[in-house]
């Protein structure tokens, strides 16, 4: 009656049936993406979230909360040269309630997990080249999980 589980699954099975993308020609010598994977997007992705509430004998609610979140491994581009891994991320928090006023201690990426949320391709345009391979300047951006951090949070209803 106190506890609360809930999860999610998501599956994307997608690829190009016919796409031409012109900008990993001068360096993967095609650009025919046919059967490749849609990128910056997952084909698996899920959540488990665990939740506890009770009312203290003081008045005072209290709750805790875990949540664990996996993003399966996504392609940085249309061409699937190169991927972010997978990653596992898990927060919690806890905390007392009563009537307007909410404390709660939380902890953000609890295992301090080392992965890259997010990876996309860029061209470098501002490099001197000849037009016709403008873009082969290129790289791999990525964007690093934010490391465990913990905090307080109080609040007051008014």
């Known amino acids: 009656e106190n506890w609360t589980l809930t ?29 490749n994977t849609m990128p910056r ?15 203290m004998n ?11 979140n996996y993003f399966g491994e996504t392609y940085a581009d249309e061409s699937n040269l190169a991927t972010c ?20 201690l939380y902890v953000n990426n609890v295992t301090d997990e080392e992965a890259w949320s997010a990876c996309t391709r860029w061209s470098d345009f501002a490099s001197p080249s000849a037009f016709a391979v403008f ?12 490391p465990r951090n913990i905090g307080l949070r109080i609040s007051y209803d008014f």
Not at 16 to 34: E, H, L, P, T
């Open 58 to 68: 003081n008045g005072w609610d209290m709750f805790f909360r875990a949540d664990l």
């Open 41 to 55: 997007y997952p084909e698996d992705m899920g959540s488990l979230s665990a939740s506890y509430k009770n009312t």
């Open 135 to 146: 873009t082969a300047f290129q790289g791999i951006s990525v964007s690093p999980l934010r």
């Open 85 to 104: 891994d997978s990653y596992t991320l898990m927060n919690a928090r806890g905390g007392i309630q009563r009537d307007d006023l909410r404390m709660e």
């Open 7 to 35: 999860g999610t699954l998501g599956m994307a099975d997608s690829e190009f049936n016919d796409y031409q993308y012109n900008f990993v020609s001068a360096f993967a010598k095609y650009s025919q993406m046919a059967g």
